[in-house]
């Protein structure tokens, strides 16, 4: 028995007066191309849909059109447009029954693809294995807030506080230098935690984006006391 696929959540902010067979087929058929839009499980991007009281509005031939605000995992929403229309052309409204009704939902040209997929929580994973004298490995989306692990090849007494201090210099140099030219700085940094023979640092990177990412892990590559064989970048 195959496992059932993750759909929307609905949610209103009024007494529900929907049909249940309405809202059934409407979530499970924005479920699906939703995600056929994002070219990936809309679950991974939104959370849900929340339905205000304004109402269904219908046009001709039978179609149907609501706003919505599609809610993501942080909480927020944008507010878009679903469609619907039936085979036969027939106007159709939520609370009427369609069990047995041809009935296509489906998202208006509003629907943000791009803005919505900055949000999702797919684990994509990049290797970059040029740049540095080590594999660096990037997962998630990566924006403002990351983990950064170091992976060592060797324990020794002292490994990290190497790692620490390291890191600490970089991210208080990048600081200094964009106090003098006006550039974007690192919000925070805090260690995190020794797993094994791995370092994990927490940053908020603020807007220095690649850049900042690649000016910490390139002062970890230029320390020639630390082994390194692997730096993991993670999304939090």
């Known amino acids: 028995m195959g496992r059932k696929k993750k759909e929307l ?3 209103f902010t009024f007494v529900d007066d929907f ?20 070219d990936e499980p809309i679950t991974n991007c939104l959370w849900g849909i929340l339905i205000e009281e304004d109402g269904a509005k219908l046009a001709t031939d039978g179609l149907g059109y609501m706003k919505v ?11 878009v447009t679903i469609k619907w229309s039936s085979s036969d052309k027939k106007n159709i409204l939520p609370a009427d029954n369609v069990e047995d009704i041809d009935i296509t939902f489906s998202w208006c040209e509003d629907f943000p693809v791009n803005a919505i997929k900055m949000q999702s929580k797919k ?8 740049t540095f004298p080590f594999e660096v490995e990037y997962s998630g989306n990566i924006e403002s807030d990351i983990y950064l692990e170091v992976s ?18 970089a991210y208080e140099n990048w600081n200094l230098e964009s ?38 892990i390139n002062s970890l ?7 390194i064989s692997k730096i993991f970048v993670k999304q939090t």
């Open 9 to 11: 959540k609905l949610d």
């Open 19 to 38: 049909h249940p067979s309405f809202t059934s087929k409407m979530i499970t058929q924005l479920t699906e191309s939703g995600s056929t839009l994002l």
């Open 69 to 79: 605000s599609a809610v993501d995992w942080r909480s927020f929403s944008r507010d």
């Open 123 to 130: 684990k994509t994973v990049v290797v970059d294995s040029f």
């Open 152 to 169: 060592l090849s060797t324990e020794n007494e002292g490994d990290k506080q190497l790692v620490v201090d390291t890191l600490k210099s």
């Open 179 to 216: 106090e003098k030219s006006g550039d974007h700085y690192m919000n925070f940094m805090r260690y995190i935690k020794k797993f094994r023979n791995k370092y994990i640092t927490y940053f908020d990177l603020g807007s220095t984006g690649k850049a900042g990412i690649h000016y910490l």
């Open 221 to 227: 590559a230029k320390n020639d006391k630390l082994e």
